[in-house]
């Protein structure tokens, strides 16, 4: 990268950085989101099941059911996550997901700490355009966003857990929107139950010493 598209790399690294390092504040938790399309997937023809002595036979031609959005939105410290599936992913579900988190997930919250990814959708404009001004000036004034870096995408925890909800649960065939979000619920009220905490060790002071070689020479 050259030397200004460096510093910009720094400036946002360290900033998230500093962010992740913010004790438990339930006034202000840290939030971050991901989102990622998923192709729905059924059968051309139906499964054998599993019989003793026989595996699962499927067959390895499919049917394409269409596309939709996976919005993955996580509390590290609180170990809480929630996974919607939308049908697309305007500017209107960002605005619509922001919504729910805010006035659903952290009513009582006086800010959300926000760590996302620097996506056109991904602004307080989206709210402009699925609200009217009094509601997403509100909105708006309830968040304080940081953007992860390009290229920085491995600094977003919810990339982390999206990568994880695909193993987990994304691992076959699922055909409709509605049996997508059902999986996805299940799994979201299963990590949920264990309040699995995410425990971020990579420090500015580590990246100082790890990414030396970004750093200029002053």
Known sequence: MPPAANGEFLARMEDVLAVYARPLDPAAPVVCMDEK??????????????????????????VRRGTCS?????????GHRRVTAREHRTRLDWAGEVDQLLNHDYPDAEKVVLVMDNLNTHSLGSLYEAFEPAKAFALAQRLEIHHTPRHGSWLNI??????????????????????????????????????RQVNWHFTTQQARTKLKHLYPEI
């Open 37 to 62: 399309p998923y192709q729905l997937l059924d059968h051309a023809r139906d499964p054998i099941p599993a019989a003793p002595g026989n595996d699962l036979k499927i067959d390895s031609e499919y």
């Open 70 to 78: 996976i919005f993955v939105w996580v509390e590290p410290l609180a």
């Open 158 to 195: 919810a990339e982390i857990e999206l990568a994880a909800l695909t193993r987990q649960c994304l691992d076959r065939r699922i055909a409709d929107l509605d049996i997508l979000n059902t999986e996805l619920t299940a799994w979201q009220n299963a990590i949920n139950a264990d309040q």
